[in-house]
């Protein structure tokens, strides 16, 4: 059975950096289309990054491009979210997710298999 486990979050002042990790179990990473998403309170999910199963293309979010860096470690199967220049608006719970390729290269959550349990990021003003 492939589990997701998210960690790194946390708070930090807006401005602030925070790496999220993300180990799967139970399968290869590198089998996997991976991304992930956030959704804040009262608000619906939002696709924030994904990455292919080599690690070598990505797509991001137009409020996160820039400021964000999604990347993979077939290796170690780690999904990691480099997140830096941190505003209020990025206060979230942020999920890792994984599904496989003939799903689509997109960010629709309905076509994710695999969901992690999530990690709080709270930035603060």
């Known amino acids: 059975q492939v589990q997701l486990v998210e960690s790194g979050g946390g708070s930090v002042q807006a401005g602030g950096s925070l790496r999220l990790s993300c180990v799967v179990s139970?399968?290869?990473?590198?089998?996997?289309?991976m991304a992930w998403f956030r959704q804040a309170p009262g608000k619906e999910r939002e696709g924030v990054a994904i990455?292919?199963?080599?690690?070598?293309?990505?797509t991001y979010a137009d409020s996160v491009k820039g400021r964000f860096t999604i990347s993979k470690d077939n290796a170690k199967n780690t999904l990691y979210l480099q997140m830096n220049s941190l505003k209020s608006e990025d206060t979230a719970m942020y999920y890792c997710?994984?599904?496989?390729?003939?799903?689509?290269?997109?960010?629709?959550?309905?076509?994710?298999?695999?969901w992690g349990q999530g990690t709080q990021v709270t930035v603060s003003s």
């Open positions: 997710a994984a599904k496989y390729p003939y799903y689509g290269w997109n960010l629709r959550p309905t076509d994710f298999r695999y």
């Open positions: 990455i292919n199963t080599s690690g070598g293309a990505t």
């Open positions: 139970g399968d290869t990473s590198s089998r996997y289309y």
